[in-house]
């Protein structure tokens, strides 16, 4: 509210009651020739406001300046200081404020000859007039969507006060992918009725074998393979040759180093670590495929994105059962190895050579730790010595355990001593440890167990939640806050494991 301005405006009456307007308003008061002085008092929005006033019998305007809704209230004085009257205006609207158009999405993409409900999804709301969706007005009917290319479709509302809003939204129009769709719906009917009749031409090959086999002679050494282990060769020479394409690349030679360990071990097929980047390959590919034929169900193409995201999950997914692998294998070699160290210290209590104590560990046990000196042997065989052996495979399998047997082995063999002590000390020490980790297991079974309980129960809530109200969480999925907060979770829960597990693991 300011005095003595003189815009430019339309002047009222203070008795006028003034339509909601978006221009600025001056609100005059005309006292009567018995008045010496009077006050105004502004109200905006139901709060009063200071006394303005006003000496003499003189016409001075209010400015109604803001956005609000105004009552002016007038206090007449005589020149004795009585109070005269009290008069009251109307009530005057100022609405400065555009109203809201809320388009949702501002790009869309349609396909050639479909059709668009231009005010689906559209919210139009005002301070003041409330809901003005019947209001809007658009551009929609002087669009062509008989050509391809981007539109741009404008909603355009005026409210009450005159205040006007303008949104538009780009629609690209491109061409049908029904063909496509009908196109990728015939290959993957193809394929599959191509498998179907292998697998009945199969049975119909193991329907006949079965009645001629009794009147063939079986050979002494039967070579055949199965039809499962023909498919795995298959797999396998698909791996080779993936393998050979990727060294090419000096990026993936790299990156393929640090899944050298798990050649041998892991899947004794693989010689390198590029085999197993190129079984990932493989497998994301093949999730590619599956969600290419979910989408076909379901009459929709595959966007990039779309795409992107099953492939990420199938080049990632096998590290984890890489991972679990490698450290199965790990434990078995760690819980044996105290087995492998008592045959030894009895083939040397026996007065056997080193030589014979690793080949009669390859006699007694099986598994991992067996095959690792079944490895020793060949390379003893091979003129290694002892320290080279068991250096090697120290690196092989990277165990505490194993480093400090061989930084024994190799000092008995520099400086001589008693190696049926040195080994008994090895055995006491490996099996107390052993005991030590079992009680230390023990205590704490159920901090582990409630550790679990804790990781899984989100996911199961999730789960349940999604089970029960398949679109609670689709609100997440849909806009960018969502998105936001579902990265704000993941990178927590993430970090919430790390560190859990950091706090339970007890190294011994």
């Known amino acids: 509210m300011k005095m003595n301005e003189n815009p430019i405006m339309s002047t009222f009456s203070i008795n006028q009651t003034e339509k909601p307007t978006n221009q600025d308003l001056a609100v005059i008061f005309h006292p009567s020739s018995v008045v010496a002085r009077y006050e105004y008092v502004v109200t905006k929005d139901g709060t009063a406001g200071t006394s303005i006033p006003v000496t003499g019998n003189v016409d001075v305007p209010i400015y109604l300046l803001e956005s609000g809704e105004y009552q002016i209230t007038v206090r007449t004085y005589d020149q004795t200081g009585a109070h005269l009257e009290e008069k009251n205006s109307g009530t005057y609207v100022i609405d400065k404020e555009k109203p809201r158009i809320n388009v949702g999405e501002r790009s869309l993409t349609m396909e050639l000859g479909s059709t668009l409900k231009p005010m689906e999804g559209i919210v139009v709301t005002d301070n003041h007039d409330g809901d003005l969706l019947d209001k809007v007005t658009t551009n929609y009917d002087s669009l062509d969507f008989t050509t391809l290319g981007l539109k741009t479709l404008t909603y355009t509302v005026t409210d009450e006060a005159g205040n006007t809003a303008t949104?538009?939204?780009?629609?690209?129009?491109?061409?049908?992918?029904?063909?496509?769709?009908?196109?990728?719906?015939?290959?993957?009917?193809?394929?599959?009725?191509?498998?179907?009749?292998?697998?009945?031409?199969?049975?119909?090959?193991?329907?006949?074998?079965?009645?001629?086999?009794?009147?063939?002679?079986?050979?002494?050494?039967?070579?055949?393979?199965?039809?499962?282990?023909?498919?795995?060769?298959?797999?396998?020479?698909?791996?080779?040759?993936?393998?050979?394409?990727?060294?090419?690349?000096?990026?993936?030679?790299?990156?393929?180093?640090?899944?050298?360990?798990?050649?041998?071990?892991?899947?004794?097929?693989?010689?390198?670590?590029?085999?197993?980047?190129?079984?990932?390959?493989?497998?994301?590919?093949?999730?590619?495929?599956?969600?290419?034929?979910?989408?076909?169900?379901?009459?929709?193409?595959?966007?990039?994105?779309?795409?992107?995201?099953?492939?990420?999950?199938?080049?990632?997914?096998?590290?984890?059962?890489?991972?679990?692998?490698?450290?199965?294998?790990?434990?078995?070699?760690?819980?044996?190895?105290?087995?492998?160290?008592?045959?030894?210290?009895?083939?040397?209590?026996?007065?056997?050579?080193?030589?014979?104590?690793?080949?009669?560990?390859?006699?007694?046990?099986?598994?991992?730790?067996?095959?690792?000196?079944?490895?020793?042997?060949?390379?003893?065989?091979?003129?290694?010595?002892?320290?080279?052996?068991?250096?090697?495979?120290?690196?092989?399998?990277?165990?505490?355990?194993?480093?400090?047997?061989?930084?024994?082995?190799?000092?008995?063999?520099?400086?001589?001593?008693?190696?049926?002590?040195?080994?008994?000390?090895?055995?006491?020490?490996?099996?107390?440890?052993?005991?030590?980790?079992?009680?230390?297991?023990?205590?704490?079974?159920?901090?582990?167990?409630?550790?679990?309980?804790?990781?899984?129960?989100?996911?199961?809530f999730v789960a349940f939640v999604s089970i029960i109200n398949p679109t609670y969480f689709l609100p997440l999925f849909t806009s960018p806050l969502g998105i936001l907060l579902i990265v704000i979770m993941l990178v927590l829960y993430v970090a919430y494991i790390y560190i859990v597990r950091k706090i339970m693991k007890v190294r011994m």
Do not use: C
């Not at 199965?226 to 498919?231: A, G, M, P, T």
């Not at 990039?304 to 990420?312: D, N, R, S």
């Not at 007694?364 to 091979?382: A, Q, R, T």
């Open 167 to 460: 949104e538009s939204i780009t629609i690209n129009v491109i061409e049908s992918t029904s063909n496509q769709l009908q196109l990728t719906q015939i290959s993957i009917i193809t394929i599959l009725f191509i498998i179907i009749i292998i697998i009945l031409r199969y049975r119909h090959m193991l329907a006949l074998e079965k009645r001629i086999s009794k009147y063939a002679l079986e050979p002494l050494v039967d070579t055949s393979k199965s039809v499962f282990d023909k498919i795995l060769d298959f797999y396998y020479r698909i791996i080779l040759k993936i393998s050979h394409v990727l060294e090419k690349s000096v990026f993936l030679k790299k990156y393929a180093k640090k899944y050298d360990k798990y050649a041998g071990t892991v899947n004794k097929r693989y010689k390198k670590g590029m085999h197993f980047i190129a079984s990932k390959l493989i497998i994301a590919v093949f999730f590619l495929i599956i969600a290419i034929f979910a989408k076909t169900l379901q009459y929709e193409v595959l966007t990039f994105y779309e795409a992107l995201i099953p492939f990420i999950i199938g080049f990632v997914m096998p590290d984890i059962l890489f991972v679990y692998q490698y450290k199965r294998y790990r434990s078995r070699i760690e819980n044996d190895l105290l087995q492998a160290i008592i045959i030894m210290n009895n083939a040397f209590k026996s007065g056997r050579s080193i030589t014979q104590a690793i080949h009669l560990v390859t006699e007694e046990l099986k598994g991992p730790i067996g095959e690792e000196f079944k490895k020793m042997e060949l390379e003893l065989s091979f003129g290694l010595s002892i320290d080279v052996v068991f250096r090697r495979f120290s690196n092989r399998v990277d165990l505490e355990e194993v480093s400090y047997l061989t930084a024994s082995l190799s000092i008995l063999n520099k400086t001589g001593g008693n190696i049926i002590k040195v080994f008994s000390s090895i055995e006491n020490s490996l099996f107390n440890k052993k005991k030590l980790k079992l009680e230390m297991m023990s205590l704490t079974g159920s901090s582990r167990i409630i550790m679990y309980a804790l990781i899984i129960v989100p996911l199961l």
